[in-house]
């Protein structure tokens, strides 16, 4: 999820990626004219853009609709046709990003923000000649006149730092939460065990051994703990439901932010059995260990 | 006697209490991060953005600061206009862009954000050494680098460098680069940790970007004249004078520090929510386990409860001693839940301050006394709370038949 | 108060219990008089209702029907704050299982009433340290509970019982859990503790220990079928 952006260096180099302006007043709003997008009358002479989904939205411009776009606002631009509105992709990188896109020809984009002949970035696809990507690299490395080629993949190792700082930040919330969640599990099912003081009690008076009520006490606890981790997963499935929706609302996009993966469940509750069972055993220990009539309280 | 009591209960199981103690802790530990968390990211960003005492930022309609490439065009007369302004004091105008820069010293070379300002009323860099670039230059002669760069290139104050745009300055074509000294060293509030840059004038700038900068900037900040009417004077000053930008200038956006905090807290919405849903989490967890804890211990303790009453203990004497294990194991949780809180708040801030293009100043976590102990005292009083239910049961223990159920038993 | 008038005085006590879906009368209509220094043993098989007996004349617990005066004051209907006070001030209970509090020494445990009546520590404690060594642990004052033997806690609770001056003892099976020598030495205690002037009521189902009051009342099926003056209680 991309947060911030104030260095330039970040800006994305996005060939279609401007936000919109018209000929009427736009609000405060970074990026997101409030007064509609006024539909004209359509030209024979006018070029087709795409617009997204968002504007269609929030301006009720649909496919047939004449706009007008220009780079900076109060200039007087050109007249467009609304060809297509389309659905942003599942992008994380777009995420917090409220503004407006359109796609456009290049050649009509650089006439608009008066760019002649100049892109932001182009993509190579190597023949299938043999020679490797690094070798090419360093090829149109050597002969470079105003540019510098990038491998596609060094490209999404960088654009998807912010990914791996989310990445990591959850991770250690999420051990944090891990540690948290263990104390409390073991803290509630010591002390559930314990409350069985007097019943363990009698059933040492009535004669089983030490080893059968530690088992008793320990498969007790491991049971617990795999059915309220059962409840506890369908539970988190609701609220990735409910974060889902939410955050799909909020941000505006397809994006499924949180996944119980049959991974995720089968880890929480084997580390819910595991802990059931050195809870159990613990108290257990404890428990078999002292006389019953101390367990009663003579 | 009562405390005495209290703790002595307590003491009667440690590993129980250590145990629910420590969980404690990381109850509290955790909500001090997310209070910190949903607090400190406020507090940073808006020191950082008036770190300067400029209360406006005047950007091409519709964008962030710096956010896009997009320039405002005739800026000379759109400076002039808000410097005429009788509530603006200063006005610092600034162009952004990306430059090749190499080194006429060492064969290093490398982008860099060049920055052009007014050295004179700038509010992007401090000087750490050296001095700002002279503001009468109209072409690139001076430059002040940040640290980055000065160790990227391998250059120190003083040295030579050739800086172009749009062009290989590994060329050195003398008809494309300017050649420029370093004057300063400086430290850029805005700019992100490992990012080279440097700051020239702003007509420099401009005139080294050609057609494409010729009057044009990236960012305008005003700062508004301060009076005597207090903070919320000058915050409806700020107001007025930003709605008169927007009205009178169709071209920009103005932004106000309110407004801009408001709009990154809507980008950032993501972590204060989590922080949110996690610092409940967290308060729930402790509730629930001083209510476990002191439940048992009263349950057991039910015969001991109803000879207290038998022998004179008033129902409220209970009720006060039952909380007061509560309140103890609070505070001892709390305690420790303090220490570990700031432990892994600067490990989770390290973490969070990875963000690529996040300026080096803006923090995550930021420690607020007042925030710290906001949260703690809520984890006090729910921890009191908790103990509250278990308390109040002990004291309507029934006397006669606790004291006949304690004899058969 | 004069002589004649009775300390504690059981008019028509009526108490049911309700266990499970049957309903048990403990008390059926009892009535019973004790003055001002007297020694009484309550004797009876389990089940007599003596305990319950106990409780009411106690304010431990309040009867169905009927009403307990003690020094001429009803205190059958008392609310729970009054009822506390009283146990607290007028009333000292002993029981058979002595119910020290496990984690308070036994000088914290005799202060802890003197506490809750809000003594100051210095009073309490000399108090608490005097009370101790009348009933002979002057040297055993910083041991707790589980320190002390059977008969050694006994006395602790009848130290605790004495701490705020009641008018009158209770003691419920006082010697149920001590070996007869240590029995007979804390039975000794409460006839010195008589002797003083305390008006002490004592709940056993031991025909033998009771001679040892002035005055033995026998309970059956929730009343009292015998009330016996002893001629020479065994010392």
Redesign the interface.
């Known amino acids: 999820m991309i947060l911030l952006r104030f260095a330039p260096a970040l800006v994305a180099l996005l060939a279609v990626g401007f936000p919109v302006a018209t000929h009427a007043q736009t609000d405060t709003v970074i990026g997101t004219p409030t007064a509609p997008l006024v539909p004209g009358r359509a030209a024979p002479a006018v070029r087709g853009i795409a617009i997204d989904e968002r504007i269609a939205d929030d301006h009720g411009v649909v496919v047939g609709d004449t706009l007008r776009l220009a780079a900076e606002a109060g200039t007087r631009g050109e007249l467009v046709r609304v060809d297509a509105i389309v659905r942003r992709a599942a992008d994380p990188s777009e995420v917090a990003r409220s503004e407006y896109r359109v796609r456009l020809h290049l050649d009509q984009l650089q006439r608009l923000t008066g760019s002649e002949d100049r892109v932001d970035r182009f993509a190579v696809a190597l023949r299938d000649s043999g020679e490797s990507v690094d070798s090419a690299l360093a090829r149109i490395n050597h002969v470079a006149f105003g540019f510098r080629a990038h491998a596609s993949r060094d490209v999404a190792v960088e654009s998807s730092r912010t990914f791996q700082v989310v990445d990591r930040f959850h991770r250690a919330i999420g051990g944090i939460t891990i540690v948290a969640s263990a104390v409390f599990l073991l803290c509630i099912l010591l002390l559930k065990v314990e409350e069985r003081r007097r019943a363990i009690a009698a059933l040492r008076l009535a004669g089983l051994s030490r080893r059968t009520v530690a088992l008793s006490v320990i498969a007790e606890a491991a049971v617990i703990s795999v059915v309220g981790s059962v409840i506890g997963a369908g539970l988190g499935w609701v609220v990735t439901l409910a974060v889902n929706a939410h955050y799909q609302r909020l941000f505006r996009t397809p994006l499924t932010f949180a996944v119980l993966t049959p991974g995720i469940t089968l880890f929480a509750v084997t580390l819910s059995l595991l802990l059931g069972i050195v809870a159990g055993a613990l108290a257990a220990w404890r428990l078999v260990r002292t006389p019953p009539l101390v367990l009663l309280g003579r | 006697m009562r405390a005495t009591l209290a703790f002595a209960s307590l003491w009667r199981h440690p590993m129980r209490t250590l145990l629910a103690i420590f969980g404690l802790a990381i109850a509290a530990a955790l909500l001090i991060d997310m209070v910190m968390l949903a607090t400190g990211m406020r507090a940073s960003f808006k020191s950082l953005l008036t770190s300067r005492g400029y209360e406006l930022r005047v950007t091409p309609r519709g964008t962030l600061p710096f956010d896009t490439e997009a320039t405002v065009g005739n800026a000379a007369a759109l400076v002039a206009s808000l410097r005429a302004h009788p509530d603006i004091e200063r006005v610092s105008p600034s162009v952004g862009t990306t430059v090749q820069i190499a080194s006429t010293r060492t064969t290093q070379s490398g982008s860099a954000f060049a920055l052009g300002t007014q050295p004179d009323v700038q509010g992007e860099y401090s000087v750490l050494s050296g001095r700002a670039p002279s503001a009468t230059d109209s072409t690139l002669r001076e430059v002040i680098a940040n640290t980055v760069l000065l160790a990227r290139l391998q250059v120190s104050v003083g040295d030579t460098i050739n800086v172009s745009v749009g062009r290989s300055a590994q060329l050195r074509l003398s008809e494309v680069a300017e050649r420029a000294v370093i004057v300063g060293e400086a430290r850029f509030l805005y700019v992100p940790p490992g990012l080279p840059a440097i700051s020239a004038p702003l007509r420099a700038v401009q005139s080294l970007l050609g057609e494409a900068g010729r009057d044009r900037i990236s960012l305008a900040m005003a700062s508004i004249r301060a009076d005597s009417g207090g903070a919320a004077a000058t915050s409806a000053r700020t107001e007025a004078v930003r709605t008169w930008i927007e009205q009178t200038h169709a071209r920009v956006t103005a932004i106000s520090t309110e407004t801009a905090i408001v709009q990154v807290e809507e980008r950032l919405a993501y972590f204060r929510q989590l922080a949110l849903i996690l610092g409940a989490l967290s308060l729930v967890i402790g509730v629930l386990l001083v209510t476990t804890l002191v439940s048992l211990s009263v349950n057991e303790r039910l015969g001991e409860l109803a000879v207290l009453r038998a022998i004179g203990v008033a129902r409220s004497g209970i009720l006060h001693q039952i909380m007061l294990e509560g309140l103890m194991l609070g505070f001892a949780g709390i305690a420790i839940g303090l220490g570990l809180g700031l432990i892994t708040a600067r490990w989770l801030n390290a973490i969070l301050r990875d963000f690529p293009g996040l300026p080096a100043d803006l923090d995550f976590f930021v420690w607020s006394p007042e925030a710290a102990w906001k949260s703690l005292a809520m984890l006090l009083v729910a921890a009191t709370l908790a103990g509250a239910w278990p308390a109040w049961r002990a004291s309507k223990v029934r006397v006669a038949q606790a004291l006949r159920e304690e004899a058969i038993g | 108060m004069t002589a004649t008038t009775p300390l504690i005085e059981a008019r028509n006590l009526v108490r049911r219990y309700r266990t499970g879906a049957t309903d048990v009368a403990a008390l059926r209509g009892v009535s019973l008089t004790i003055m001002p220094g007297e020694f009484v043993a309550i004797v009876g098989a389990s089940g007599s209702g003596k ?2 007996m106990l ?1 009411l004349l ?1 304010a ?2 309040a009867p169905d029907s009927g009403q307990v005066l003690l020094e001429g004051r009803d205190i059958s209907q008392l609310s ?2 009054d009822a ?6 007028r ?1 000292g ?1 002993v ?3 002595f ?1 020290l ?4 020494s036994a000088l ?1 445990n005799v ?3 003197m ?3 809000g003594a100051s520590t210095t009073v309490r404690r000399e108090r608490a340290k005097s009370l101790l060594s009348f009933v002979g642990l002057g040297e055993r004052t910083d041991h707790r509970p589980s320190q002390l033997s059977g008969g050694e806690q006994q006395r602790v609770a009848v130290a ?2 004495l701490a ?1 001056k009641p008018a009158l003892l209770l003691a419920d099976e006082p010697t149920g859990e001590l070996d007869a020598a240590t029995g007979a030495a804390l039975i000794a205690l409460l006839q010195q503790l008589n002797r003083d002037g305390l008006t002490c009521v004592l709940v056993t189902h031991d025909a033998a220990l009771a001679r040892s009051a002035q005055r033995v009342v026998t309970m059956r099926d929730g009343q009292i079928v015998s009330d016996e003056r002893v001629a020479e209680p065994v010392a």
């Open positions: 305990s319950t409780h106690g431990v617990d729970d704050a506390t006070r009283l146990r607290l001030l009333i209970l029981f058979q299982r119910y509090m496990p984690t308070l914290e202060e802890l009433p506490a809750e009546a605790r019982a705020n």
